[in-house]
C-alpha cells in the first residue's frame, strides 16, 4: 500500500445501502456483485489520485490529498455504479460521503474526529448519493468538474459527533438527484444524547439486534455492567431512527431508584406535560397512542418493578416499539431478550499477523482510547502480545478495556499487564460467588481504584453519593470539608475514566459516573464507615440548597433558579428521601415547602404532590410546627394546580390552624392569604374578610410583598360588580412594587389581571401592552400553567378588538396547553370570568368557528405567542364593547 499522506487531506468513506437484505437474497452470487462495485470504486479512486486505506464489511475508506480529486472520484464512482450492466440484474445503490480534516496517522490506518466525522457524513447519504461537509465545500467549490454542482443541505447532527455539521449534496448531471433528508439525528423527532467518543465495532450485534427489533416490539439488551448495553442500544435507535416517523426518544433511568417515578421519568423524556385530573401514565400513553416511535429505556434493571408500566404502553400503543437495557430480564408478555457479549478478544495464545490483530473489536476499541489519551500510541509488534492479553484477560469487557486503556497515558501495555493480572488473581480468588464477567469488571475497576493515590480514592468513594451528577461547587461542599482538593482530584479521575464531564446548555461542567463504577465507590465508602456521614453531608447540602433556591424562583433571576433545580433535581430527591427515612421530618418539611413553586412551575406536580403526601405522613412530622405548615401549604399549592380545590382548601385549613396556634404574624397573614384563594371560588365575601384580615398583619410586620399579594386580590368584589376602575388602579399599585421588587411570577399574574381590567373599560392599548407583558414573562420563565392562562386572556382581548377567529384560535391554544400541563381550578372573584370563545362565535358563522378552534388546537407555543403579538388593526364597528357582555 502507497505511503499514507497525513496533514490536511479529504477522506471518502463509501457503503452499499441495503447490503444485509441483498446478501440474503443473492447468497453465494453476492461476492461476484461486490466485486463488480469494488472494481468500480477502485478505479475511480486511482483516477482521482486517491488511496485505499481499508474495507470494512461492504464499506471502503479512500484517502486524497486534493479535495477536488476527491470530488472527481466520487463523480466517477457514482456515474459508474450507475451505467454498470450488474451481473444480478439491478443497480446497486451506493452512498458516498466526503470530509476534508487532518490526516494523524494511527498504525498502518487514521485516527481522530475528522476521520468519525467522514465516515458519519457518509451515513447521513442515502443510495446512489454523495454528501460533502462543509470543510471540503470550501476547497471546491470554485473548482468543481464540469456537469457537477453543490445544493445547500442546511446543518445536520451527526451520531457521535458534538455539534452539527453544515452539509452540502453533490449534484451529479444525469444521476438522480432527488434524496430524501439525510439520515441525520435530525431526520426525526429525537433527544438522543451525542456521544462523546466513537463507537467501536459491534457490526454483528448491531444487524442481528435492528432485525430483532422488526419482529418483535419489546427487545430488551441484558448483560452485566460494563458490557456496553447502553452505547450499543444508543447507536442501534440512531441507526434505525429514520425507520420511526415519530422518532426515538432516551429514557435514563441511571438516577430513579422509586419505580413509582418511572412514568414521570418516560413523560418527561417524550416531553409529556403532567395534566390535572390525570395520572402521569395515563398522558403518556394517550401521548404515544397513535405514533410509531422507539423508546430506549435504560438501566431498568433497578426499577423491574415497573416492568407493567411498559407492558401498558404497548398495550395502548401499538405502532410503539420499546428497547430496553438492564441487567435482568424483565419477564413480560412479548419480550424478546439479546444478551449482550463482549467485544471479542484475540486467543493470546495463538497470535495472528499484526494487521489481522488490529481488527480484533477488543483491541480496536483499546487502540482507539488509547490514542485518546496518548496520540502517538501504536500496537505494534513488540507490544502485540501485552494489548492482546490485557483485553482477554478482561473477557472483552467494554468499560474494563476502556478503563485499562487510559493508562497508556504513563505505563505501557506490558506494564499495565503485570499490574492488572495481580489486581484480577487477587479478586477472582475472593468473590466465587459473582458471575465471572462480574468478577472481572469489578477487578477493572477495582485495578483503575487501587492505581489512586489515597486522596484521589479518598475522594472517588465520596463522589458516589451523588444522583444524576454533581459540579465542583457540589463536589467541594460534600466530599472537602477536611481539606481534600476537589479539582484536583476530579481532574485526575476524569484522566482514569472513573468520571465523566459532560457540559450542559449553561456552559457550567458537570460530573458523572456510571451506575456500576457508582456501585463500586459506594461499597468503599461503605467499607470505611464513611457511608452514613457523607450521605449526611450530600442530603444537608441539597436541602439546603433548596431552601436558598426558594426566593428565587419567583424574582429576575427564576429561569436560572428552575434550570438549576432542574438539573439538581435527583439528588434533591435524594436527599428528601434521606430526610424522611432519618426522621428529620423538619428539614424535608422546610425543603419540600421552599420547592413547591419549582415543582409547579416545571410541571412536576404529581411528584411533587407524592412527595408532600410522604412527608406529612411522617410520625415525627405531625407537630403544629412551621416547618409542617410550610409543607402543607405547598401541597396546596400542588393541589390547587391540579385543580382539585377540595384538596388544597383542606391543607390551606390546616396550615391556617397552626399558624393561628403559633401566633407568628407574618406566617399567619401568608396563611390567611393564601386560603383566600379558595375560599373566593365559593364566596367572595368570606375571602375578602380573611385577606382583610391578612393585609392588616402584613402591614403590622411592614411586608411590603405581603401587602402587594393581598392588594391585587381585595380587587374581587369590584370585579364581581363590573366597578373596573378601582379594580384598574389597585393592580396598577400591586403592579409597581412588584417591579420595585423584583418578582416576576406576582408580576406576570398581576399583569394579567391588569391586562383583563383594561379590556373591560375598553382601554385596548393599556390591555394589549399589560397582557402581552405577561405573556412575555411567561414565556421567558418556560411556565407553561402561566402561558396557558395568557393566551385566555389574550383571547379575551382579542375578541373585545373584533378579531373574533383569532380569539377562537388562541382560547384553543390555551385549552390545548391546559390538556397537556394543567392549571388553576377557574376564574377567581370576576376576574378572567367568562367565555371567550362563546362571545366570538356570537360574530361567526358555525364553520368559521369550528375552523378555527381546529386550527387553535394545532398550534405551538411560539405560534400562538405570535398570533398574540399581531399588533390590534381592527377600527370602527368590528371592534366591541366589552361592557356591554356585563
Not at 397573614?669 to 393585609?695: C, H, I, K, P, Q
Request: a negative charge.
Amino acid at each position: 500500500m502507497a505511503e499514507l499522506p497525513t496533514g490536511t487531506v479529504t477522506f471518502l468513506f463509501s457503503d452499499i445501502e441495503g447490503s444485509t437484505r441483498l446478501l440474503q437474497e443473492l447468497g453465494d452470487r453476492y461476492g461476484g456483485v461486490w466485486e463488480e462495485h469494488a472494481t468500480i470504486v477502485r478505479r475511480a479512486t486511482e483516477e482521482g489520485g486517491g488511496i485505499e486505506v481499508g474495507t470494512e464489511g461492504d464499506s471502503f475508506f479512500m484517502v486524497f490529498r486534493s479535495p477536488v480529486g476527491a470530488v472527481e472520484a466520487a463523480m466517477a464512482a457514482q456515474r459508474g455504479l450507475g451505467t454498470h450492466g450488474w451481473s444480478h440484474g439491478s443497480p446497486l445503490q451506493v452512498r458516498i460521503g466526503l470530509h476534508t480534516g487532518e490526516g494523524v496517522r494511527g498504525g498502518e490506518n487514521y485516527a481522530g474526529i475528522d476521520v468519525n466525522r467522514a465516515a458519519r457524513i457518509a451515513h447521513a447519504a442515502h443510495g446512489g448519493q454523495v454528501i460533502v461537509s462543509e470543510a471540503t465545500r470550501g476547497l471546491v467549490q470554485r473548482s468543481l468538474p464540469e456537469g457537477v454542482s453543490l445544493r445547500d443541505l442546511g446543518e445536520h447532527r451527526l451520531k457521535d459527533i458534538d455539534h452539527p455539521e453544515h452539509l452540502y449534496d453533490l449534484v451529479i448531471d444525469g444521476l438522480t438527484a432527488d434524496f430524501p433528508p439525510p439520515r441525520t439525528l435530525d431526520a426525526r423527532p429525537n433527544n438522543l444524547p451525542a456521544q462523546l467518543t466513537s463507537f467501536v465495532g459491534r457490526e454483528e450485534e448491531i444487524a442481528e439486534i435492528g432485525k430483532v427489533l422488526g419482529l418483535t416490539r419489546l427487545l430488551t439488551l441484558t448483560g452485566a455492567g460494563g458490557t456496553g448495553k447502553t452505547r450499543l442500544a444508543l447507536h442501534v435507535a440512531t441507526e434505525v431512527l429514520t425507520e420511526y416517523p415519530d422518532g426515538a426518544f432516551f429514557v435514563d433511568l441511571s438516577s430513579v431508584t422509586d419505580p413509582a417515578l418511572v412514568p414521570s421519568a418516560v413523560a418527561g423524556a417524550l416531553g409529556v406535560p403532567e395534566v390535572a385530573g390525570r395520572s402521569v401514565l395515563e398522558g403518556v400513553k394517550d401521548h404515544l397512542r397513535d405514533k410509531e416511535l422507539l423508546l430506549v429505556v435504560d438501566n431498568f434493571e433497578q426499577v423491574a418493578e415497573a416492568g407493567p408500566v411498559i407492558e401498558e404502553l404497548l398495550t395502548s400503543a401499538r405502532k410503539l416499539k420499546v428497547l430496553v437495557t438492564s441487567r435482568v430480564v424483565l419477564s413480560l408478555r412479548g419480550e424478546q431478550e439479546y444478551g449482550v457479549p463482549p467485544l471479542e478478544p484475540p486467543d493470546p495464545g495463538r497470535l495472528p499477523d499484526l494487521p489481522t490483530l488490529r481488527r480484533f473489536e477488543a483491541v480496536r476499541l483499546f487502540t482507539e482510547r488509547a490514542l485518546a489519551v496518548r496520540p502517538r500510541f501504536r500496537v505494534t509488534e513488540g507490544n502485540a502480545p501485552a494489548v492482546a492479553e490485557i483485553t482477554a484477560r478482561l473477557d472483552g469487557l467494554p468499560l474494563a478495556i476502556e478503563l485499562a486503556a487510559t493508562r497508556t497515558k504513563v505505563l505501557t501495555p506490558e506494564e499495565i499487564l503485570t499490574r492488572l493480572d495481580k489486581r484480577l488473581s487477587i479478586l477472582t480468588s475472593g468473590a466465587r460467588t459473582l458471575p465471572e464477567r462480574q468478577r472481572t469488571l469489578r477487578g477493572a475497576i477495582a485495578w483503575s481504584h487501587d492505581l489512586l493515590d489515597e486522596t484521589d480514592r479518598r475522594l472517588f468513594a465520596r463522589l458516589s453519593v451523588f444522583t444524576g451528577g454533581w459540579t465542583l461547587g457540589s463536589a467541594e461542599a460534600v466530599c472537602d470539608p477536611e481539606g481534600l482538593d476537589a479539582l484536583d482530584g476530579l481532574t485526575s479521575l476524569v484522566d482514569q475514566s472513573l468520571v465523566r464531564r459532560t457540559e450542559p446548555d449553561d456552559g457550567h461542567p458537570r460530573f458523572t459516573m456510571l451506575e456500576t463504577i457508582r456501585e463500586f465507590g459506594q461499597e468503599q465508602l461503605r467499607i470505611a464507615g464513611d457511608l452514613d456521614l457523607i450521605l449526611r453531608r450530600h442530603a444537608e447540602h441539597f436541602l439546603a440548597l433548596a431552601v436558598e433556591a426558594e426566593p428565587h424562583l419567583t424574582a429576575d433571576d427564576q429561569g436560572e433558579w428552575l434550570d438549576r433545580c432542574e438539573r439538581e433535581h435527583a439528588n434533591i430527591r435524594a436527599a428528601l428521601r434521606w430526610a424522611i427515612e432519618a426522621g428529620e421530618a423538619d428539614r424535608a418539611q422546610e425543603a419540600a415547602g421552599a420547592l413547591w413553586r419549582f415543582w409547579q412551575q416545571r410541571g412536576h406536580l404529581a411528584e411533587g404532590r407524592g412527595c408532600f403526601e410522604d412527608i406529612l405522613a411522617v410520625q415525627s412530622a405531625q407537630g403544629p410546627t412551621p416547618a409542617r405548615a410550610k409543607a402543607l401549604i405547598g401541597a396546596a399549592g400542588m393541589a390547587w394546580w391540579q385543580q382539585d380545590r377540595r384538596a388544597a382548601g383542606a391543607s390551606y385549613a390546616q396550615a391556617l390552624a397552626i399558624e393561628r396556634e403559633l401566633g407568628d404574624p407574618a406566617r399567619l397573614a401568608e396563611a390567611l392569604y393564601n386560603l383566600a384563594f379558595v375560599v373566593a371560588g365559593d364566596d367572595v365575601g368570606s375571602a375578602t374578610r380573611l385577606l382583610e384580615e391578612s393585609l392588616d398583619l402584613f402591614r403590622q410586620v411592614g411586608d411590603e410583598r405581603g401587602m402587594a399579594q393581598v392588594l391585587a386580590m381585595l380587587v374581587m368584589p369590584d370585579a364581581q360588580a363590573g366597578n373596573w376602575e378601582p379594580v384598574i388602579d389597585s393592580l396598577e399599585e400591586a403592579v409597581e412594587i412588584w417591579r420595585r421588587l423584583g418578582d416576576r411570577l406576582h408580576l406576570a399574574f398581576d399583569l394579567l389581571w391588569l391586562g383583563f381590567a383594561h379590556g373591560r373599560v375598553g382601554h385596548r392599548d393599556e390591555a394589549r401592552s399589560a397582557a402581552l407583558g405577561s405573556l412575555e414573562l411567561f414565556l421567558e420563565a418556560d411556565n407553561p400553567t402561566g402561558i396557558g392562562i395568557a393566551f385566555t386572556d389574550l383571547a379575551f382581548l382579542a375578541t373585545w378588538e373584533g378579531r373574533h377567529e383569532d380569539a377562537i384560535r388562541l382560547a384553543a391554544a390555551s385549552k390545548s396547553l391546559n390538556e397537556r400541563v394543567g392549571g388553576p381550578p377557574g376564574a377567581i372573584g370576576g376576574l378572567l370570568e367568562g367565555d371567550p370563545v362563546a362571545e366570538a362565535r356570537a360574530h361567526l358563522s358555525e364553520d368559521a368557528a369550528e375552523r378555527a378552534w381546529e386550527e387553535g388546537l394545532a398550534m405551538s407555543v411560539d405560534e400562538a405567542a405570535a398570533l398574540a403579538r399581531v399588533p390590534d388593526t381592527v377600527q370602527g364597528a368590528g371592534s366591541q364593547d366589552p361592557r356591554s357582555t356585563r
